[in-house]
C-alpha cells in the first residue's frame, strides 16, 4: 500500500520525502524495523524513540512519524504529528484495513468487573450461536485460541491485529475490557464500540506511570461514554453523575439494583445465594424496562457475590439490547465459568475452595464478604501482596483479612523485586493487632497444600492475589505458577473426592 493511504483520517505535517512510498507494515519498536515499514517515533516515560532513528534507517526504514523536528537525509520520508501515539492508532486501524468496522464491538470499563462482564457477555452471546472474540486481562481469545497479553488494553497494533484476526476467523462480535490507562495511552482511538459499558469506580491505579490523582483516573474512564454509540452504566455506583456528565453516545442505558431506588432500563431484586454440590452461586430477578414495555425474568448465576449480580445486569444490558433472547441470557449466565473470579476450584463435604483476582483491600474485602454469606464453618484466606507496589495495599489487606477471616495464611503473590519475608512483615503488622489467628508460609504451594490439608468439614478456603495468573515473579524471574492447577495437584495427593 501507499503510506498516504494510511494517513487519510490524521492530521499532520509532511517534512520531507514522498507520502506515496510503497510501504508493508507499521512498528514503534526499533527490534522490529525492517525495510518497508514504516517507524513511529513516540516519546514515553522512560524511552524517547527518536533516539532510534539513526539505528532502524541502517534496518532500511525510510519512512517516519515523528513529533518533532528531526535532521533526515535525502530519500527519507517524514512526516509531524502532534501525538504520536494517535497517529500509531490511526495508522494500525488503517494498515489492518479497518477491521472493527466489520464486527459488533463492545467495551467495558470500570475499576472492578471488567473481567467478568465481558466473560458474561461473551457466554451469552455464544449461548444464542454467535462467534465472539474478546481481549482483556486474562489475554486474546480467537476462535478458542487465548493469546497472552501484557496489557489489560493492550497497544494499538496489538489491538488491530487482534481484530482483523478475529474478523478472518469469522466473529461477530468482539467484547474488550478498556483500561483507564489504554485510553490515556491512546491504545483504542479510532475505536467506535456499538455498545459502551460502565461497571464501578473507586480509586486505583493511582501512582507513577499510571494517572497523577483520582479526577485524571475517572476522566478517562468517563471517555467511554464519547467512544460508542450506545452507553451503559451502573446507575448505583457513586461516581455515577460525573461519569455520564460529558456523555456523546447516541442512546444511554442504565441498570441497578431496586433496593437503591433507582429508574433503571435493568433492575435486579430478589437476589438469594445458591449453595450446591459443585455449584456455588446466585439467582435474582430482573425486570426490564425498555422503550415503555415492561418483562421481568427469573437468571440464575453461576458465580456468587452481589458485586457478580451487578456485572451480570451490564451483561444482559448488553445483550438484551442486542436482542438475545431470555433463554439464551440464563444459558450463558447459568453455566458461566470465570478462570480467578470467583472461581470454584473444589467443592466437596470436606471444604470448597474458591480462587480468585482480589489483589486490593477494595476487592478483598467485597470478596469475603459475599463468601461469608454462605455461612462457611471457617473462612480461611490465603494470600500475600504484590513487591514493588504501594504499602498501603498491603497494610489495608492484612487488617481487612484478620477482620473478615476466622484464619489467614500469608504467602507469596509476585514479590519481584522485594523479599517475600519484608512484604508479609508488612501485611503482618496490621493483621496481628485484629487477633485473627494467622500462620505464615512463605512458599505459596506450601500454602495451598496446607490450607486444604487441614481443612475442617464446611470450610471454605479463599486463595487470593492471582486468580488467573499463571506466574510466579521473584527477582526479576517469571516461572509458571497456577494456582487451580496446585488446588488440582494438591487434592490428588490428598486423595479427597472431586
Known amino acids: 500500500m501507499k503510506f498516504s493511504d494510511w494517513l487519510k483520517n490524521l492530521d499532520y505535517q509532511v517534512l520531507q520525502g514522498d507520502i506515496d512510498t510503497e510501504v508493508e507494515d ?41 513529533e518533532r523536528e528531526v535532521q533526515l537525509p535525502e530519500g527519507i520520508t517524514a512526516i509531524r504529528v502532534e501525538n504520536a501515539r494517535h497517529a500509531l492508532a490511526e495508522i494500525s486501524a488503517a494498515r489492518f484495513h479497518y477491521p472493527a468496522k466489520r464486527m ?36 486474546a481469545v480467537i476462535d478458542g485460541t487465548v493469546f497472552p497479553t501484557v496489557n489489560t488494553t493492550p497497544e494499538s497494533y496489538a489491538l488491530q491485529e487482534y481484530f482483523w484476526k478475529m474478523a478472518e476467523a469469522g466473529c461477530e462480535y468482539v467484547v474488550m475490557e478498556v483500561s483507564s490507562q489504554g485510553v490515556k495511552m491512546h ?64 442512546e444511554f442505558y442504565t441498570y441497578g439494583m431496586e433496593k437503591c431506588n433507582t429508574s433503571c432500563a435493568y433492575t435486579g431484586s430478589n437476589v438469594g445465594i445458591v449453595s450446591e454440590p459443585g455449584f456455588v452461586g446466585t439467582e435474582f430477578s430482573v425486570k426490564e424496562n425498555k422503550n415503555g414495555e415492561e418483562c421481568t425474568a427469573h437468571v440464575r448465576l453461576g458465580l456468587p457475590g452481589e458485586f457478580n449480580v451487578y456485572n451480570a445486569l451490564a451483561a444482559v444490558s448488553v445483550c438484551r439490547l442486542m436482542g438475545v433472547s431470555w433463554d439464551d441470557v440464563n444459558q450463558g449466565l447459568e453455566y458461566l465459568r470465570v478462570n480467578g473470579r470467583m472461581e470454584l476450584a473444589y467443592s466437596s463435604e470436606t471444604c470448597t475452595v474458591i480462587i ?13 464478604k459475599t463468601l461469608r454469606a454462605y455461612q462457611p464453618r471457617r473462612l480461611v484466606c490465603v494470600f500475600g501482596s504484590g513487591g514493588n507496589r504501594s504499602k498501603d495495599r498491603r497494610y489495608a489487606m492484612g487488617e481487612i483479612g484478620g ?45 495451598i497444600y496446607y490450607s486444604i490439608a487441614h ?29 487451580r492447577e496446585v488446588v488440582e495437584d494438591t487434592v490428588k495427593a490428598l486423595g479427597l473426592q472431586p
Open 26 to 66: 507499521v512498528v514503534y519498536d526499533s527490534r522490529k524495523a525492517a525495510e518497508g515499514t514504516v517507524f513511529v517515533c513516540m516519546k514515553g516515560t522512560r524511552i524517547d524513540s527518536h533516539s532510534f532513528i539513526d539505528d532502524v534507517m541502517e534496518k532500511g526504514v525510510k519512512v517516519f512519524v515523528v
Open 187 to 250: 491504545r483504542t482511538d479510532g475505536i467506535l464500540f456499538d455498545y459502551g459499558v460502565f461497571t464501578n469506580l473507586s480509586p486505583d491505579h493511582i501512582g507513577p506511570d499510571e494517572h497523577a490523582d483520582f479526577q485524571e483516573y475517572l476522566y478517562y474512564k468517563s471517555r467511554i461514554f464519547s467512544m460508542c454509540r450506545t452507553g451503559i452504566a451502573n446507575r448505583d455506583d457513586q461516581h455515577f453523575e460525573e461519569m455520564v456528565a460529558d456523555r456523546s453516545c447516541q
Open 356 to 368: 480468585d483476582y482480589a489483589h486490593n483491600a477494595v476487592s478483598m474485602e467485597s470478596l469475603l
Open 104 to 139: 459488533i464491538m463492545v467495551g467495558v470499563t470500570g475499576t472492578k468487573g471488567k473481567t467478568t462482564t465481558a466473560h458474561m457477555i461473551k457466554s451469552i452471546l455464544e449461548a444464542a450461536g454467535k462467534k465472539v472474540g474478546m481481549i482483556g486481562t486474562t489475554g
Open 455 to 483: 481443612a475442617e468439614p464446611g470450610d471454605m478456603i479463599a486463595i487470593i492475589g492471582k486468580g488467573h495468573e499463571d506466574y510466579q515473579e521473584i527477582n526479576g524471574v517469571r516461572t509458571h505458577f497456577l494456582d
Open 403 to 447: 477482620k473478615m477471616a476466622d484464619f489467614c495464611i500469608l504467602t507469596a503473590d509476585n514479590s519481584r523485586y522485594e523479599k517475600t519475608e519484608d512484604i508479609l512483615a508488612d501485611i503482618r503488622s496490621r493483621l496481628e493487632p485484629t487477633g485473627c489467628p494467622f500462620m505464615e508460609i512463605p512458599d505459596r504451594r506450601e500454602a
